[in-house]
């Protein structure tokens, strides 16, 4: 049975700044998935902040949060059949040293912190991270 779900994706600043925006979004059309909005921005760190909440009690939150916000970025609301677990296996492992071969994270992916790309990790978070970025 079809499952057609939306997941939030982003490209990070490594990979933005790195130019392989094309290139990673050319490997979800690939895969087949839909973008279907996308905008590229420069948040400030306090909206970083919002959105790694999650986070706020781990050791690297603080450096997460300015990472995030240090260049610009693309955010895309992704839809696929099961997006969520396929954009997770798309990405890879969250350190590119573990990541599969064909995963973005262990093509493009730098380190555990400079790991290219962002994806929802439930339906629910999904939801709540598209409302985040396409609150219109
Ligand atoms: O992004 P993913 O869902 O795979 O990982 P996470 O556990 O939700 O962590 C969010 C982000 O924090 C990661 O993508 C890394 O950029 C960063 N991180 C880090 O810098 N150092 C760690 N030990 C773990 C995560
Ligand atoms: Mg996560």
Do not use: W
Not at 15 to 26: G, H, Q, T
Not at 45 to 58: D, G, I, L, M, Q
Not at 68 to 79: C, F, K, T
């Amino acid at each position: 049975m079809n499952n057609i779900q939306k997941t939030l994706s982003i490209i990070k600043p490594d990979a933005v700044e790195r130019n392989l925006e094309n290139e990673i979004k050319e490997m979800f059309l690939k895969k087949g998935f839909h973008i279907l909005r996308e905008k590229k921005i420069h948040i400030e760190k306090s909206e970083a902040e919002k959105f790694y909440k999650v986070h706020e009690t781990k050791p690297f939150y603080n450096d997460l949060c300015s990472y995030l916000s240090s260049g610009p970025i693309v955010v895309m609301i992704l839809q696929k059949d099961n997006a969520v677990l396929a954009n997770r296996n798309l990405m890879g492992a969250t350190n590119p040293k573990d990541a599969l071969d064909g995963t973005i994270r262990k093509k493009y992916g730098i380190s555990i912190d400079k790991n290219s790309v962002h994806g929802s990790d439930s339906p629910e978070n999904a939801q709540i991270e598209i409302d985040f970025f396409f609150k219109d």
